[in-house]
């Protein structure tokens, strides 16, 4: 008997499945990521992780083949890692391999717990920040040339909004663990000179209506006043961002912002690129 997937998880899921169709829609957001991760790799990297490729609308597999012998897709969502790889080509095909059902938040489970019940000892808690620190036994760890984290950052930190609620007296403590676990995650994937690429969406056009209609050169003079403004996701401020994964003197390159239109929504995206040999090491 198969186990209905967790109430957060469902949410995921239904997210990922009204975009599904949305191929068209991501065209640009897609060429920008696509070209980012190709830019990153040097000749010599062949193995490439994609976490939280979803339905693979952000990433064009068959371009990213052309330039990695193996190519990894992580996911919590089964199906729509499954419709990423429907109708590659066979080379492409025979070099992405999937890891699909995949908790990149380590805590998915006790925040289904929590949903349920939101008040729990400071203990439970304690455990629970300490524990969105693990790495999921699921990959390899050190294996990576290039290591990709695709929006999925704040997908990851809404899971304890979805949970909680921003009310929740320990929220923002979930949301640094969760944070700073993921940036950990990463350097840990990657090889000793294997490359970070976060990508991350940083605010919407719901608090920053201008975004959706701000002029391509006007475009990162309001994102740098929005997050001056303190207008950014919770957790996600781009600077923190490079400053967490700056930390033991990597070298961390910004890419300037771009729009990403979802639907109704407009999204600011950023991109944030270790350069020099990873020294972050506070892997567990
Ligand atoms: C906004 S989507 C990224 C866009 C996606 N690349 C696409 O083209 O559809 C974020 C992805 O994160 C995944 N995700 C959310 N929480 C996750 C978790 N705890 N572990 C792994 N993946 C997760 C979702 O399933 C979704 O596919």
Redesign the pocket.
């Known amino acids: 008997m198969t186990s209905l997937p967790s109430p957060i998880?469902r949410v995921?899921?239904e997210?990922?499945r009204c975009?599904r169709s949305d191929r068209d829609a991501?065209s640009g957001h897609r060429s920008q990521v696509t070209e980012l991760i190709v830019n990153t790799a040097s000749p010599s990297h062949r193995r490439l992780c994609l976490?939280?490729?979803?339905?693979?609308?952000?990433?064009d597999l068959e371009i990213l083949a052309s330039h990695f012998d193996e190519i990894c897709l992580?996911?919590?969502?089964t199906a729509?890692l499954q419709q990423c790889v429907d109708g590659l080509s066979a080379t492409a095909a025979s070099r992405t391999t999937l890891r699909a059902g995949?908790?990149?938040?380590c805590i998915?489970s006790q925040l289904d717990l929590l949903h349920a019940e939101p008040s729990v000892p400071q203990q439970t808690m304690d455990a629970l920040v300490s524990m969105a620190r693990d790495l999921p036994s699921q990959i390899d760890l050190g294996q990576w040339d290039v290591v990709v984290s695709?929006?999925?950052l704040?997908?990851?930190v809404d899971?304890v909004f979805i949970a909680v609620g921003a009310g929740h007296p320990r929220s923002a403590d979930l949301v640094v663990a969760i944070r700073d676990g993921h940036l950990a995650q990463l350097a840990a994937l990657a090889g000793d000179c294997g490359k970070i690429l976060l990508i991350t969406d940083f605010v919407s056009s719901d608090t920053l209506p201008e975004l959706r209609h701000v002029s391509a050169d006007q475009l990162q003079s309001l994102v740098h006043q929005a997050v001056a403004n303190r207008n950014f996701f919770t957790g996600l401020n781009p600077a923190v961002l490079l400053h967490r994964l700056q930390k033991d003197s990597v070298l961390v390159k910004p890419y300037p912002a771009w729009r990403w239109n979802l639907g109704p929504r407009c999204f600011a995206v950023c991109a944030l690129e270790t350069v020099s040999g990873l020294t972050l090491r506070d892997k567990k």
């Open positions: 998880a995921h899921f997210r990922n975009t991501f976490l939280g490729v979803g339905n693979g609308n952000d990433v992580v996911d919590l969502d729509a995949v908790d990149l938040s998915l695709t929006c999925l704040s997908q990851l899971s």
